[in-house]
């Protein structure tokens, strides 16, 4: 059986991007701490479920609208940044409200809600549809179906960010659990880098 070596090359690259620290490991930290592991998982589905819209979108030309129209671009990047940030808001507010003692127990919260966080963190950010824009192309061959190979890179993708986010989500859970005071800090500086990677994110010029 033949290997395809775009495959590996891909696998090998998007390996070392998924495992980067970004708004992906940031609020899968927030929610970690925030609403539990099972919360984190279904977030980090919510993640990796945006993927193959990025890719479909890159397939059909539909991402080229954001690379080539500045308002475009405005539109979802200010919204992808308000959202962060709504979110890094409300983490950076809950840690100087919740109880984190021995007897704290995660706030629970619906599994649509914490998919929602991770779907529209995603979808909602200019900088993943023009990566796929650029990146996926190149391991397109000729012959291939552009659609279908593109549905597959975006599926090796999620399948290491649904192997990656919840490892880090568990390393996160037992490091909060076995250092004190450490959750209630976790929280506030996955809250800021929220913030931050909002504020970054408005910036971003295509």
């Given at each position: 059986m033949t290997i395809d070596g775009s495959l590996l090359?891909?696998?090998?690259?998007?390996?070392?991007?998924?495992v980067l620290p970004g708004a992906d490991m940031a609020?899968?930290?927030?929610?970690?701490?925030?609403?539990?592991r099972r919360a984190a998982f279904l977030t980090s589905l919510g993640i990796t479920a945006g993927l193959p819209?990025?890719?479909?979108?890159?397939?059909?030309?539909?991402?080229?609208?954001l690379?080539?129209?500045a308002e475009a671009f405005t539109v979802v990047k200010v919204a992808g940044a308000g959202y962060l940030a709504y979110l890094g808001i409300r983490t950076l507010r809950d840690s100087f409200r919740r109880d984190f003692g021995p007897?704290?127990?995660?706030?629970?919260?619906?599994?649509a809600g914490a998919f929602a966080q991770g779907f529209l963190t995603n979808v909602l950010n200019p900088k993943v549809?023009?990566?796929y824009l650029t990146f996926l192309p190149q391991f397109i061959a000729p012959g291939d179906s552009v659609l279908a190979k593109s549905l597959l890179l975006a599926g090796i993708h999620a399948g290491l960010g649904l192997v990656w986010l919840p490892l880090y989500a568990l390393a996160i859970d037992r490091l909060g659990r076995l250092v004190?005071?450490?959750?209630?800090?976790?929280?506030?500086?996955s809250g800021g880098a929220l913030i931050g990677l909002g504020v970054r994110l408005a910036f971003e010029r295509r």
């Open positions: 090359a891909f696998t090998g690259i998007v390996a070392l991007l998924t609020l899968v930290a927030k929610v970690t701490l925030n609403e539990g819209i990025h890719a479909t979108a890159s397939a059909l030309g539909l991402s080229i609208v690379a080539t129209s007897s704290a127990t995660p706030r629970r919260t619906k599994a549809a023009l990566f004190e005071g450490a959750r209630r800090w976790l929280e506030r500086v």
